[in-house]
């Protein structure tokens, strides 16, 4: 398994690098240390905007104009939610609980009325509904998931430890392709031709481009 080629790289603003979001030409990222998010410049990495947020942990998505972030308890501490916040004013604007086995939420994709999870130790990828909880799909991942990106009808998460890029069929959770990435992936994102994500090791933010 080769791995993929850094296209462009920028520094990380901190150094404990959880969420990312593709927002009309910028990047959002998130910091559950100083429970933190941060609107960057995808070319230089320069601080455009700045919000705090209570409670930041692991992932952050975008959808309907708004973003979601994971929120609650440190890493497998406790119950998980996901916050909707005002990317101009940083207001949160609702919170809701993630449900059953929240504490392992470490990825997050909002897709409308729904919710992908990928759920850390459990290695579990789950389709929910996003106000209810009921769980509409759910498949086997790998046990170190992290963060999620929907991508031209497939799905893609990254695993920490073994430094991957998984896509997967969101119909069936049967995987089509793994690619080796540099470092240690957390927070991932599409911005319509490439994918970003933060490596936590490296305390980059990098984009590749997966075949498709």
């Given amino acids: 398994m080769e791995k993929l080629p850094v296209l462009h790289s920028i520094p990380s603003p901190t150094s404990h690098l959880c969420g990312l979001a593709w927002v009309d030409g ?21 601080t455009l905007n700045v919000h705090r947020i209570p409670d930041v942990n692991a992932s952050l998505s975008y959808e ?18 996901v916050t909707k916040i005002d990317p101009e004013s940083g207001k949160v604007l609702e919170v809701v609980g993630l449900g059953v086995d929240s504490m392992y939420v470490a990825g997050v ?43 031209d009808g497939s799905l893609f998460y990254c695993e920490f430890d073994q430094q991957l890029l998984v896509e997967v ?15 240690n992936p957390t927070g991932v ?8 994500y933060n490596d936590y090791s490296g305390k980059k933010i990098r984009k590749v481009a997966p075949p498709r």
Wanted: hydrophobic share 35%; aromatic share 10%.
């Fill in 109 to 151: 994709e909002v897709c409308g009325e729904e919710v992908w999870l990928g759920l850390e130790q459990k290695g579990r990828l789950q389709r929910r509904r996003l106000h209810t909880g009921e769980i509409l799909r759910d498949f086997k991942a790998e046990p170190r998931i992290a963060g999620i990106t929907a991508v």
């Fill in 26 to 46: 910028f990047l959002w990222y998130s910091d559950g240390k100083e429970s933190t998010l941060y609107k960057l410049d995808p070319v230089n990495g320069e």
């Fill in 169 to 183: 069929d969101p119909g069936t959770g049967v995987e089509l392709a793994r690619h080796l990435l540099e470092g």
């Fill in 189 to 196: 994102t599409w911005d319509g031709r490439h994918v970003w």
């Fill in 64 to 81: 309907g104009g708004y973003l979601w972030q994971v929120t609650g308890e440190g890493c497998l501490a406790g119950p998980k939610n």
